[in-house]
């Protein structure tokens, strides 16, 4: 694999960090993984892979974490997006592992920090949606299992946005409204 480190015309500085992913998918073992090589080193199996662009370059180059760090000249931001991108996995992993209910109607749902999140199949398509307390998710799964994660970024989604209350920071808020 080439190393364009040592290739003239490839700039060392001046790159942007748009993004950082990580190629494993939920429930994929590491002989599934589609592993990428950073492009600028040739450091093969990069699982966290870091997006940066260059106003004198065309594409976007996927690079590791410390190529990353070099060419944006930044030692802060690609480890931490990095470390917080694992950070997310576990939980994520951790939320599939909820053991899930059965409801009456045979569908599986999970009450988590006051909240009910709930897998419905449909009866005519064998689609599954999700619903976060009363939200209706609008997307329709094939397997549950794709379901689940939706449910879980729908969570992440709220936390992010600082709307994922408990019911004591609940009655917190009314009676903060009302006093
Ligand atoms: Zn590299």
Redesign the pocket.
């Known amino acids: 694999m080439a190393n364009l480190w040592k290739q003239e015309g490839i700039p060392h500085k001046g790159w942007t960090l748009e993004n950082v992913y990580d190629v494993r998918e939920e429930g994929q073992s590491e002989d599934e993984t589609d592993y990428e090589t950073?492009m600028?080193?040739?450091?093969e199996k990069i699982r966290y892979v870091h997006v940066v662009s260059h106003p004198d370059i065309a594409e976007e180059f996927l690079?590791?974490c410390?190529?990353a760090e070099k060419l944006t000249d930044d030692y802060e931001n690609p480890q931490r997006l990095e470390k917080e991108l694992r950070s997310k996995t576990t939980r994520r992993t951790n939320f599939l592992k909820h053991k899930w209910k059965i409801s009456a109607r045979g569908n599986e749902y999970l009450n988590i920090d006051d909240h009910h999140i709930l897998i419905m199949e449909d009866n005519r398509t064998h689609k599954f949606t999700v619903k976060i307390d009363d939200q209706w998710g609008n997307k329709h799964f094939d397997t549950k299992e794709q379901a689940k994660v939706a449910a879980f970024k729908g969570i992440e989604y709220y936390k992010e946005k600082g709307l994922w209350y408990n019911r004591l920071q609940i009655n917190e808020l009314v009676w903060k409204q009302k006093h």
Do not use: A, E
């Open positions: 950073c600028m080193c040739g450091h690079v590791g410390q190529c």
